[in-house]
């Protein structure tokens, strides 16, 4: 136990504001939209250390400074998680729906963007977006990618997205029978 303690708060100062978007999604009361505008924040400074670190290593050869292919790397290092999921569809749904929300797009505006979700769409997004951040602190604290997998797949909410229930797709999500 002493060893995750140590594994979370090695770097805390450059993740504190992360976890605080983060877990102010569980620990405040705020709109769907906000709470899903916090975790697509925390995913795209998240992705921005975890490449930066990459390209430090020599692990990837160029900078990645869209949020979206950052999202692509971070989702191609879990194997284990992404089961089914389109990453390039859910990649985009994270980023063009931060991107509409974010700029305050019109309904005809949303309309425009395939990967724009809203309501019940919206709320599975959001469950994605946290199924990541999840499986981000999980790695870093140390468990294994087939741990991490375990752990997800046992979370109804988690547990749908990474044994493939839903399909991201243009317009909506879908729920394969």
Known sequence: FQKVIQRWFADY???????????QTIYTKQTLAFNFLSLAQALDSYTNIYCRNLLQSGEINKAYKKFGDRILVLLKSFVEIRGNLSLQNFTKAIVETRHAISHGDSKQEKEKNPFCYEDND????????????????LRKIGFSDEKIYESLKNNGRFGNIVVGKYKFEEKKIEKVK
Do not use: C, T
Request: hydrophobic share 60%; proline share 0%.
């Open 13 to 23: 100062d450059q993740f504190k504001h992360i976890y605080e978007m983060y877990f």
């Open 122 to 137: 919206l709320r599975m997004l959001f469950f994605g977006a946290k199924m990541i951040l999840s499986a981000v602190f």
